[in-house]
């Protein structure tokens, strides 16, 4: 993989971190600040529904830095378009059932990222 394709790996790795820190140990502080259509008695009850989701959130990342690991470059580039398509899928379906926001701050650059990986 080219220079370009590990950065925006590594950025859609540490977006994922984000997430994962957010929801799981910030989400009555900074997920009421992200998600401000969530009415805020919902926090609370929802923080281990939301800890869920940041869990999966850290395996999307954990994968997306296993692939900047690998030192095989045909191992490594399977496992960064393995790891990305699970990222766009989880934006889009985000997109059609939650907000519309979702498909630009997960899934399109987890395209841009896939693209450059399957093309450079």
Same mark, same amino acid.
């Given at each position: 993989? @080219? ?9 859609? %790795? ?18 009421? /600040?992200?998600? &401000? ?6 926090? /609370?009850?929802?923080?281990?529904? %939301? ?18 690991? #690998?030192? @095989?470059?045909?191992?490594? &580039?399977? #496992? *960064?378009?393995?790891?990305? +398509? ?8 985000? %997109?059609?059932? %939650? *907000?519309? /926001?979702? =498909? =630009?701050?997960? +899934?399109?650059? +987890?395209?841009? +990222?896939?693209?450059?990986?399957? #093309?450079?």
């Amino acid at each position: 993989m @080219d220079i370009i394709s590990k950065i925006l790996i590594a950025t859609g %790795a540490l977006e994922h971190l984000y997430i994962l820190y957010m929801e799981m140990f910030a989400w009555e502080t900074l997920g009421r /600040k992200t998600f &401000k259509s969530l009415p805020a008695e919902l926090f /609370k009850p929802t923080k281990g529904l %939301a800890a869920n989701q940041g869990l999966y959130n850290g395996f999307l990342s954990a994968g997306l830095i296993w692939s900047l690991l #690998i030192s @095989d470059q045909l191992w490594a &580039k399977n #496992i *960064s378009v393995f790891f990305l +398509a699970c990222v766009v899928v989880a934006g889009v379906f985000g %997109a059609l059932t %939650a *907000s519309r /926001k979702f =498909f =630009f701050v997960q +899934a399109l650059p +987890a395209i841009i +990222a896939l693209i450059s990986v399957l #093309i450079l």
